[in-house]
């Protein structure tokens, strides 16, 4: 890590309606440390995310949290849909706040990256009713074949979202980030890997995202254009290595979308935020020709990459991963020019510090 002050990385910066420390972000990362029968989360999820907010990290967004027994993909994973769960998460948002910073709840749905056993016994949803490929993580079973949705089963599932996001603002979380990425149920009305519908919400490209265009309607709906993020993705779980036909045909169709259900934030996800898909541009770069609004970053993101990033004005903000749960003083580390601490799957999996 170079030693060069990170003048934007630090700076303040409003986005939305949140007017943030620092120009940094902690990633969802999935941790399932909640209660596996309840989703409620405990004093030590509170722990964790207060000290990245003591530490100065502008906008935490947290882990995948449910919607419905029916979106839940791992053991362990948090919910936002029972009064109980939402009461829990009270405490989080209170700490994180008192130290200053803000927090928004990811909002999630699974679809077909589930099993039975997860979901209460009900089969996992899904846009058509094929099996991805592979296992639940930390399950070690097989993806379920899905249930094709029903029109109506769209609407229920529609209103889960909208309801989630209104019961985040309720547990005192200062707005929400859609997970519409890597495979997960949006996603999957999104690609024509799992959607092979044949009514509005199949066809082509345009035609597959009105599911997602309307989980976005209602949830703006529910909590307004600025505090709402949508984080979307080529990215899939089940198919690592998945890459649109033609990248920036595809980028600037999302982009349209946005734009039509009146989005102002967006979160493209990559694995690697320097890899090049198209023209010899990033995903971030090409994102950035048809999107002038606020754009979070991610992928495996440096100090110093995230620094030129922000400079350049591909990015707003700049998202970490895994260095943030190895380094629960990351920025001080940076500040400091210290070493960061790696991240060691292990360790870090095991523990929530």
Same mark, same amino acid.
């Given at each position: 890590?170079?030693?060069?002050?990170?003048?934007?990385l630090m700076e303040p910066?409003?986005?939305?309606?949140?007017?943030?420390?620092?120009r940094?972000a902690?990633a969802p990362?999935t941790?399932?440390f909640?209660?596996?029968e309840?989703?409620?989360?405990g004093?030590?999820?509170?722990e964790?995310?207060?000290?990245?907010a003591a530490?100065?990290?502008?906008l935490?967004?947290t882990?995948?949290?449910?919607?419905s027994p029916?979106?839940k993909g791992?053991p362990?994973?948090p919910?936002?849909?029972?009064?109980?769960?939402i009461?829990?998460?009270?405490?989080?948002?209170?700490a994180?706040?008192?130290?200053?910073g803000?927090?928004?709840?990811?909002?999630w749905?699974v679809?077909?990256?589930?099993?039975?056993?997860?979901?209460?016994?009900?089969?996992?949803?899904?846009?058509?009713?094929?099996?991805?490929?592979?296992?639940v993580?930390?399950?070690?079973?097989?993806?379920?074949t899905?249930? *094709?949705?029903?029109?109506?089963? +769209?609407?229920? #599932?529609?209103g889960?979202?909208?309801?989630a996001?209104?019961? !985040? =603002?309720?547990?005192?979380?200062?707005g929400?980030?859609?997970h519409?990425?890597?495979?997960?149920?949006i996603?999957q009305f999104?690609s024509?890997?799992s959607?092979?519908?044949?009514?509005?919400?199949?066809g082509d490209?345009?035609?597959?995202l009105?599911f997602?265009? *309307?989980?976005?309607n209602?949830? +703006?709906?529910? #909590?307004g254009?600025?505090?709402?993020?949508i984080?979307?993705? !080529? =990215?899939?779980?089940?198919?690592?290595?998945?890459?649109?036909e033609?990248p920036?045909?595809?980028?600037?169709?999302?982009?349209?979308?946005?734009k039509?259900?009146?989005v102002r934030?967006?979160?493209p996800s990559?694995?690697?935020?320097?890899?090049?898909?198209?023209d010899?541009?990033?995903?971030?770069q090409?994102?950035?020709?048809?999107?002038?609004g606020?754009?979070v970053?991610?992928?495996? =993101?440096?100090?110093?990459?995230a620094?030129q990033?922000?400079?350049?004005?591909?990015?707003?903000?700049?998202?970490?991963?895994r260095?943030?749960?190895?380094?629960?003083?990351?920025?001080h580390r940076?500040?400091?020019?210290?070493p960061?601490i790696e991240?060691d799957?292990?360790?870090h999996l095991?523990t929530?510090?």
């Amino acid at each position: 890590m170079s030693t060069r002050v990170k003048k934007k990385l630090m700076e303040p910066v409003q986005i939305g309606a949140w007017k943030l420390r620092t120009r940094t972000a902690m990633a969802p990362m999935t941790r399932c440390f909640a209660d596996d029968e309840t989703g409620v989360v405990g004093r030590d999820v509170m722990e964790y995310y207060r000290k990245r907010a003591a530490d100065g990290i502008g906008l935490i967004i947290t882990e995948g949290i449910v919607i419905s027994p029916r979106a839940k993909g791992n053991p362990g994973v948090p919910g936002l849909y029972t009064k109980e769960q939402i009461e829990s998460w009270k405490p989080v948002t209170e700490a994180v706040h008192r130290e200053g910073g803000r927090i928004i709840a990811q909002i999630w749905h699974v679809g077909r990256a589930s099993h039975h056993e997860l979901t209460g016994g009900w089969p996992p949803q899904s846009a058509s009713p094929l099996r991805a490929e592979g296992r639940v993580p930390r399950f070690r079973k097989p993806f379920d074949t899905p249930e *094709e949705m029903s029109i109506d089963d +769209i609407r229920e #599932v529609v209103g889960q979202y909208a309801q989630a996001a209104k019961n !985040a =603002l309720e547990a005192g979380f200062d707005g929400v980030e859609i997970h519409g990425a890597h495979g997960y149920l949006i996603d999957q009305f999104n690609s024509d890997v799992s959607n092979r519908r044949t009514d509005r919400y199949g066809g082509d490209l345009a035609q597959r995202l009105t599911f997602m265009k *309307e989980v976005l309607n209602a949830v +703006i709906d529910a #909590v307004g254009a600025d505090r709402t993020l949508i984080r979307f993705s !080529a =990215l899939k779980i089940d198919q690592p290595d998945y890459m649109w036909e033609e990248p920036e045909a595809a980028i600037r169709t999302f982009i349209e979308a946005f734009k039509e259900a009146g989005v102002r934030m967006i979160h493209p996800s990559t694995m690697n935020f320097q890899e090049t898909i198209a023209d010899g541009k990033t995903l971030h770069q090409l994102v950035r020709q048809f999107w002038d609004g606020m754009i979070v970053g991610v992928g495996d =993101l440096d100090p110093d990459t995230a620094e030129q990033a922000i400079e350049e004005g591909i990015i707003d903000v700049a998202a970490f991963g895994r260095p943030l749960i190895a380094n629960p003083d990351f920025l001080h580390r940076v500040n400091q020019g210290s070493p960061l601490i790696e991240y060691d799957p292990k360790k870090h999996l095991a523990t929530l510090e």
